[in-house]
């Protein structure tokens, strides 16, 4: 099982991001698929998760600035990030079935 982040990059406070994960080696369609931040020297903070029936947890300090989504069909989990602050600054690692991917940096700053 592989998991593959990108989209990760530096942008400017209210600025966007999409996130992306693409899963290959197995069928996630049936498992919930996450993503969770570590920013330095901080422990793991979970951001959002979205499970096989669609539904979906954020955190609170995402709640409505961040969308989750999957594409089954690609094996793929999203995360677009609107409104980013600088505190958002972290690596950003996927989830799926106890599986991690690499981490992609996301870098918030003017």
């Known amino acids: 099982v592989q998991l593959v982040e990108s989209g990760g990059g530096l942008v400017q406070p209210g600025g966007s991001l999409r996130l992306s994960c693409a899963a290959s080696?197995?069928?996630?369609?049936?498992?919930?698929m996450a993503w969770a931040r570590q920013e330095p020297g901080k422990g793991l903070e979970w951001v959002s998760a979205i499970y096989s029936d669609h539904s979906t947890y954020y955190a609170d300090s995402v709640k409505g600035r961040f969308t989750i989504s999957r594409d089954n069909a690609k094996n793929t989990v999203y995360l677009l990030m609107n409104s980013l602050k600088p505190e958002d600054t972290a690596v950003y690692y996927c989830n799926v079935h106890g599986y991690w991917g690499q981490g992609t940096q996301v870098t918030v700053s003017s």
């Open positions: 080696g197995s069928t996630f369609s049936s498992y919930a």
